[in-house]
Nanobody
């Protein structure tokens, strides 16, 4: 599975941003997907996850109500809509995938990351 994330950049406090991740190499509808983020010196944090059929989503408490993950199985894409951006949202964002063969709660495939910088 290959993942390519994009959509990051420098944005203003309070703005919105949509990150995109394109997947290839495996039937996309068989993949559970997630977005993680990481800042320098911090552990990688899972901020949102979505089931392979898109029916179930989960969010970190820190982003609930502002982040929305969605999955388009026809386009092999997963998105992360981020609203009301805050300084603490500044991070490298990674998309990740897991399959039915993956260990529980383990994401085996990772994109290269896209940097989001929130400027005040």
């Amino acid at each position: 599975v290959q993942l390519q994330a994009c959509g990051g950049g420098v944005v203003q406090f309070g703005d919105s941003l949509r990150l995109s991740c394109a997947a290839s190499g495996r039937t996309f509808s068989t993949l559970d997907m997630a977005w993680f983020r990481q800042t320098l010196g911090s552990e990688r944090e899972r901020v949102a996850a979505i089931s392979r059929n898109g029916a179930t989503t989960a969010y970190a408490d820190t982003v609930k109500g502002r982040f929305t993950i969605s999955k388009d199985n026809a386009k092999n894409m997963v998105y992360l809509q981020i609203n009301s951006l805050k300084a603490e949202d500044t991070a490298i964002y990674y998309c990740a995938a897991r399959t039915v063969e993956s260990a529980p709660s383990t994401y085996d495939y990772w994109g290269q990351g896209t940097l989001v910088t929130v400027s005040s």
